[in-house]
């Protein structure tokens, strides 16, 4: 560094710089703390802006535009329950299948599967994450949903017996075929969270487990998931997140209409998927696109509280602290009974 | 228990062990069939239609004969995609640079954090709005254009920047800051000599991931470039790009159309993966440092 050489004998502190000297330095470090405070404002602006945009849905509608159910955009009624009700559902539907594949997939490449294989089946899990959702949209149209329509009639038909599983006929294009897709699409985001957390279990905790004689299992239900619970629920949760906003592949197979399906495999909308879908038409009718805008606003608030939600719940399971009190006791304590057993 | 050596595990026990092991290996299977599936069609369905006239002509709109192929897709997606990342790039790693040189645990630095973390959950359907309610409602330099895409692009890309480079940036040693710093350079020559390269590859692995996660985005681009079919290098206008391509040649009830739109998810997905690669040999390179 050439500083040595601008500094003269004795040196000079840098408040002894020439105020022109300086002048870098507070550019730099006040632009930087402007961008960062840029991005705030940009967010307060837009969620102000979206807000004013669908005021006039809100107006007309008010809590009827979620609670309500009747969308129809030739009479220029927007009450979205519908649309709702299929957001809750996919989504729903998507954690259910998901959740457990993934959070498995975690467990087995941190605690089971042999090191030397760990890498490389890692980087396959994340490479789903690498699919654009118009590609899983494409599969899906093409090749998943028409493949799966004669498994959804057998499963219908046999367990016609179940409440919203069974006893309808299944369309085509469903409720069930976009959760399946929105599984696939956050399995990686959950599986990543999950490792994560199942990472930071103490090793004490782990090694103390199979000393008292737990099998692997053991060691796992003992030891890992208790600690590792809250990590693991908040990256559900961001799934979860993920699974509410994803439109492209949704809107391609969910049927697109705008009614509350009896069973999962009924036709159905999402909030994202009216959005995607509608856009067009209505930008000739200024209702119409504010009750888009409308849509996109819960849209927004509902990833938002899911969000904050699900951050506080991961900050809670990586955060670096003491055991809590309990944790490994009991861990401990059981696996100690479970070997008698 | 026996009494000495070995102790010796129930039966039971050892059946559960061994089921709940397979059943945790089956969940790891099962994760891996979709994207088997998805590779296997998209190379059986999709490596068909390429060819040099698929890579060297534009769609068309004809009904009868040839579609055309993917070049003012392909080409529009690195032109809108290519100024997203000039936007989210510096933007992205300045704010990662305040928060680290700067803001530190500052109680403005923690809000900035965390609003970060919050625009990472924002579908993208979300930001393709505010553009659309921002830019083209308001008709700012005509209606849609390819550069409202790469804005709102830029606005998802921005969190991935930011976040891949504040862990980057955390990584490089203080001795090193505190080194420069002793021998009396300013701070800005610390940030800009010292931090930026040490942290260099790090950086360049964060910009690419993010750059692999805005190709492949359709929801922002619908309502911000709206696609074309012709080629152009005009910001100005509106632009095809591959996603859209995809998504309005799904609905098409031409079978060679719909064969156009698998050669071009194989192209989009083969993209999408090379800047992954990419990425990951640069984060390896960052390790080894």
């Keep these: 560094l050439e500083a040595s050489a601008t500094t003269p004998r004795g040196g000079r502190s840098v408040l002894e710089r020439s105020p022109l000297a300086r002048l870098p330095d507070q550019v730099l470090q006040w632009g930087l703390t402007g961008l960062a405070g840029l991005i705030l404002i940009l967010l307060a602006y837009f969620f102000v802006r979206l807000i004013g945009e669908s005021g006039d849905t809100f107006n007309r509608f008010g809590l009827g535009f979620v609670f309500g159910n009747d969308w129809d955009p030739s009479r220029n009624i927007y009450r979205g329950a519908a649309l709702v009700v299929g957001t809750l559902v996919t989504s729903g539907i998507a954690l259910v299948i998901g959740v457990p594949v993934a959070v498995g997939t975690a467990l087995f490449l941190n605690e089971v599967c042999p090191r030397r294989a760990r890498a490389p089946l890692a980087l396959l899990v994340d490479l789903l994450a690498a699919v654009p959702s118009v590609v899983y949209g494409l599969w899906g149209v093409f090749v998943l949903a028409p493949k799966l329509l004669p498994v959804e009639k057998w499963f219908a038909s046999t367990f016609s017996f179940i409440p919203w599983l069974g006893g309808g006929t299944p369309t085509l294009y469903n409720y069930f075929i976009a959760g399946l897709i929105l599984a696939i699409m956050i399995l990686p985001i959950i599986s990543a969270i999950a490792r994560e957390v199942i990472a930071t279990v103490p090793s004490e905790h782990k090694e103390a487990a199979l000393a008292l004689g737990a099998t692997r299992w053991e060691m796992i239900r003992m030891a890992v998931l208790p600690y590792s619970r809250s990590g693991i629920t908040g990256g559900a949760m961001l799934g979860l997140g993920r699974a509410i906003g994803e439109t492209i592949a949704v809107v391609l197979v969910i049927g697109n209409a705008p009614t509350i399906g009896h069973h999962i495999f009924s036709q159905g909308y999402t909030l994202a998927a009216v959005i995607a879908n509608e856009f067009g038409e209505a930008a000739n009718t200024p209702i119409h696109s504010s009750a ?19 951050r506080w719940f991961v900050s809670r399971g990586t955060r670096s602290r003491p055991p809590r009190r309990g944790t490994g006791g009991t861990g401990i304590t059981v696996a100690a009974a479970g070997s008698e057993r | 228990m026996s009494a000495i050596g070995m102790p010796t595990v129930s039966a039971r026990r050892r059946r559960t062990d061994v089921i709940m092991r397979g059943t945790l290996c089956a969940a790891a299977v099962i994760a891996l069939i979709p994207l088997v599936f998805v590779v296997y069609y998209l190379i059986k369905k999709g490596i068909g239609s390429w060819s040099g006239q698929f890579f ?10 040839y579609p055309g192929g993917v070049r003012s897709a392909l080409l529009g997606t690195l032109e809108i995609v290519a100024l997203a990342t000039l936007i989210a790039v510096p933007v992205g790693i300045g704010v990662a640079l305040y928060l680290t040189e700067y803001g530190k645990n500052s109680l403005f630095a923690n809000v900035v954090r965390y609003f970060v973390d919050v625009m990472t959950g924002v579908p993208s359907i979300v930001f393709g709005l505010f553009i659309y309610i921002v830019l083209v ?23 991935v920047v930011t976040r891949a480079a504040e862990v980057v940036l955390l990584l490089v040693p203080d001795h090193l800051r505190e080194a420069a710093l002793a021998l009396g350079s300013p701070r800005w020559r610390v940030v800009t000599r010292v931090v930026l390269p040490t942290a260099g590859p790090g950086l360049v692995t964060g910009s690419l991931l993010a750059v692999a996660r805005g190709m492949g985005e359709t929801a922002p681009l619908l309502f911000t470039t709206a696609g074309a079919f012709g080629l152009t290098f005009n910001l100005g206008a509106q632009m095809n790009a591959l996603p859209l391509q995809i998504f309005n040649d799904i609905t098409s009830p031409r079978q060679a159309v719909i064969d156009r739109a698998w050669g071009a998810a194989l192209t989009l997905v083969v993209l999408v993966l090379i800047f992954n690669l990419i990425a990951r040999a640069f984060s390896r390179k960052s390790r080894m440092t």
């Design chain 2, 137 to 159: 409602l308001a008709h700012v330099g005509g209606g849609f254009t390819a550069w409202k895409g790469s804005i709102a692009l830029s606005l998802l890309m921005l969190p």
């Design chain 1, 292 to 310: 888009l805008f409308a849509a996109g606003l819960v849209l927004f608030v509902l990833t938002l509280v899911v969000n904050i939600v699900a």
């Design chain 2, 56 to 65: 060297t002509s534009d769609p068309n709109g004809n009904f009868l004969g």
